[in-house]
């Protein structure tokens, strides 16, 4: 009888010790980082919503993904085409070059903690079809979005252990501050 009475005590120790470490995470397994719509009117088709769900998957891969309206840490990218040229080739084939820049940025105290420039090409029988192409070539795994990731996570991190959390707001993020010169 003693036994079974240490057995049951032993089993709801341990699974109390369980139930509070779970609850007991810290910040940086929990900061919550939330990816924007890609910026670029002139810009054609799905590639836009292709860039959009690959910046989503890197972020996810990093441990770092939220789809809520709260996320003080945002991911915004500006798609800027560098060059749509036609080849001297029969049939006329179109070759596009974009820049992709990326942002980790803090919306609520305007600050971008990091920042990344992807450059790729594309090759397609229309003009806009190639830019399509080469923006659908960045990847999820791209060495500089998860460069661009961790570097953010730490400067977030940093300011918000130096701030203790005491800016935080929510609402609809407002990112046009990025793209003033």
């Not at 923006?135 to 795994?141: C, L, N």
Request: aromatic letters at 6%; glycine letters at 4%.
């Amino acid at each position: 009888m003693k036994k079974i009475k240490l057995l049951i005590i032993a089993t709801l120790v341990l699974l109390t010790s369980f139930t509070v470490k779970a609850q007991d995470m810290s910040f940086e397994q929990m900061i919550p980082v939330r990816v924007l719509m890609p910026v670029n009117k002139d810009v054609k088709g799905d590639a836009l919503t292709v860039l959009y769900n690959r910046l989503n998957q890197a972020v996810t891969l990093n441990g770092l993904g939220s789809s809520t309206n709260e996320s003080r840490f945002l991911i915004v990218s500006s798609v800027i085409v560098l060059s749509n040229e036609a080849t001297a080739s029969v049939p006329v084939q179109y070759m596009a070059e974009v820049e992709v820049a990326v942002y980790f940025v803090d919306n609520i105290n305007k600050i971008i903690l990091s920042q990344e420039t992807i450059t790729k090409k594309g090759m397609d029988g229309t003009d806009d079809k190639a830019v399509g192409k080469a923006i659908k070539q960045i990847q999820a795994r791209d060495p500089k979005l998860k460069k661009l990731i961790k570097i953010g996570k730490e400067r977030a991190i940093q300011y918000y252990q130096a701030t203790e959390g005491k800016d935080e707001q929510a609402g609809e993020p407002d990112v046009s501050w990025i793209f003033e010169q």
